[in-house]
């Protein structure tokens, strides 16, 4: 295999990777150009087995979504509706509230609660989501809104991020998801995404949480209109970051969906191209701990293939996912964790139940 890699001109990156030496933009823009993927995977496989082994981590998780209302409408989104259109919808607090009783028979650990930029909700229903959950379920650990949504609470609070988070936590906020990342190119957020939180701004919320004691996710969509070099330059942002703080678990590359967004003309993504994002972050986040292979974007078989390419998580059971299956994902909306265990141990790896955290609560071995 090394003879490959250095046949492919990948050789002195293999010697950087062997010696856990970091990668730099250059040389992740030529691992994005390369073609061969199995020497990528290769790559990616030994900072993957060195930083967790065989482990394969999945959570047994509810996602809510409550409410699709948003000011943003971003052009590659299907989910974000405007007040008053056909397909809006918001929960009140009682609904989200039965959508947690509903489920209380099963061993869910994590709620992943996000929604859009709505424009009239008042900061107090948010606290009051979060009251709820925690009082039909004290123990669920709630993974609940992105940077953006934070920093929108903090404009309808009028306080800091600071204050704004302090309030979250204290009705029962555990830590918070990945998206609203997107691209953070502002070429990308001009033509797609103009009235969202600017990168810059995302990642500062994002550092704030961090040093107050929450442990966020990142997420990178793909798949669009970004370059190879986009990509990058937001991989190395989000390196950045980390180096500073410390405070993310995981990272999500996040394949397009088009179907009935604003550019529903570009094709879904493929497989090598899924791979490639899986790999390329694996090996440039050298200070994120995990790599998940999110296998609603992906479907469970890529995601399956992606534990050799870096990745070691397969996000959860789920259950009810929206925001993708608007966009046409052909997935199931949930997956039982006896499949997610099978599909883990098929991959010659070994399946572990986590919380939110990464603490371990079962291993299959
Ligand atoms: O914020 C929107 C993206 C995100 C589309 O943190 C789209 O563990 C693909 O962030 N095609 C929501 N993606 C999902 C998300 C997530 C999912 C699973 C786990 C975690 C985590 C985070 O999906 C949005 C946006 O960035 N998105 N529209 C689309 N058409």
Redesign the pocket.
Known sequence: MEKIIKASGLGDILEKVAGDERLSYDDGVRLYNSDNIIALGYLANIVRNRKNGDNTFFIYNQHINYSNICTNL?K????GKEQGADLAYEMSVEEVKEKVRQRLDEPITEV?M?GGIHPELPFEYYVELLRGIKEIRPEIHI?AF?CVEIAHFANLSGKSIEDTLGILGEAGLGSM??????VFSPRIRELTCRDKLPGKEWLEVAKIAHRQGFNT?A?M?YGHIETVEERMEHLVALRRAQDETGGFL?F?P?????KN?AMSELSRTTGINDLKNIAVSRLILDNFPHI?A?W??IGPKMAQVALSFGADDM?GTVKEEV??HM?GADTDQAIGSTTLVRLIKEAGRVPVERDTLYNVLRKYN
Do not use: R, W
């Not at 998801?177 to 997107?182: D, F, I, S, V």
């Not at 996040?254 to 088009?258: D, E, N, T, V, Y």
């Open positions: 971003c590659f989104c299907a989910f992943h996000v993974q992105t998801p990945g998206g609203g990342a997107e996710n997420t969509l995981s999500i996040l394949a397009f969906h088009p967004t998940k999110y609603v974007m996000d925001i993708t966009a």
